[in-house]
Nanobody, 116 residues
Framework: QVQLVESGGGLVQPGESLRLSCAAS????????MNWYRQAPQKEREWVAQISANGNVTNYADSVKGRFTISRDNAKNTGYLQMNALKPEDTAVYYC?????????WGQGTQVAVSA
């Protein structure tokens, strides 16, 4: 059974940090590129960051560049999103996504709320 399970979300104050995890099972995680997306209330889902299958290449949306870091540990079948200097506009449900050729899997999401 294919699964992506996000964790690590929560409520933090502006300027604080969170680390999201995405645990993969049921497929060969090391072959898949991984993305993080987010969806704020009443907004469309937006792409946040991507990491290649081997972890050597990363890309970020301009809105998070310099504050967020995507990484992965293929030995643990887990991806991560380190989020620093969080802002209220980062409030959203965060989803991880794994992609390989025509195959794409999604997690159920984890809520991140940034508020004073």
């Amino acid at each position: 059974q294919v699964q992506l399970v996000e964790s690590g979300g929560g409520l933090v104050q502006p300027g604080e940090s969170l680390r999201l995890s995405c645990a993969a099972s049921g497929f060969t995680f090391r072959l898949y590129a991984m993305n993080w997306y987010r969806q704020a209330p009443q907004k469309e889902r937006e792409w946040v960051a991507q990491i290649s299958a081997n972890g050597n290449v990363t890309n970020y949306a301009d809105s998070v560049k310099g504050r967020f870091t995507i990484s992965r540990d293929n030995a643990k079948n887990t991806g991560y999103l380190q989020m620093n200097a969080l802002k209220p506009e980062d409030t959203a449900v965060y989803y991880c996504n794994a992609v390989f050729t025509v195959y794409a899997f999604w997690g159920q999401g984890t809520q991140v709320a940034v508020s004073a």
